[in-house]
């Protein structure tokens, strides 16, 4: 069975920077240790990366949400720097939004039976990718790992894995 880790957007800007929380900052370890595994399992794994540019502020996104982060080339876009070394042997992918249809793409090619997610934030661009991934591949397994995931909040990190379930996605 084909099986896929992606890894979203475990940078330093939501962990600890601009957009950071205690909540994403607890799940670090669990998140390493779930990438270790993978890789002594021989799973694929793909990193995505939230990427933005100076232009920020005057997109879309930056206008509802005025925070500067993931700006490429900037300390807070880079992966925490465990997650940099583990990072090395994988796909990476830029995205310049929540859910990225590269991803897809790639998930489809393969041919996956079986996608796990874990990352950051529950309740953007985790349940976009979940979304997309179980949009493009609907009969694979596509689930997420509640313990190894973070939202902007505790409550809509809780909101986002309920709305996961209702679309056939499953949440461990």
């Known amino acids: 069975m084909k099986k896929l880790l992606v890894v979203v957007d475990m940078q330093k800007d939501f962990i600890d920077g601009a957009l950071g929380t205690g909540e994403a900052v607890k799940i670090l370890e669990p998140v390493k240790e779930k990438i270790r595994k993978a890789k002594d399992q021989g799973r694929d794994i793909v990193f995505t990366k939230d990427t933005h540019y100076k232009d920020y502020l005057m997109t879309q996104e930056g206008r509802k949400l005025p925070v500067p982060h993931c700006v490429k080339g900037t300390e807070g876009w880079e992966l925490d720097g465990g997650l940099q070394e583990l990072a090395r042997d994988c796909t990476v992918l830029e995205k310049p939004s929540f859910g990225s249809m590269e991803l897809a793409e790639l998930a489809q090619k393969a041919g996956y039976e079986e996608i796990e997610l ?15 991934l179980k949009a493009a591949l609907p009969e694979a397994v596509v689930r997420v790992d509640s313990s190894c995931c973070a939202g902007v909040t505790p409550e809509s990190h809780r909101n986002a894995l309920e709305a996961m379930k209702v679309c056939q996605i499953e949440v461990i």
């Open 118 to 132: 874990i990352g950051l934030c529950t309740d953007i661009c985790v349940i976009s990718n979940a979304m997309i």
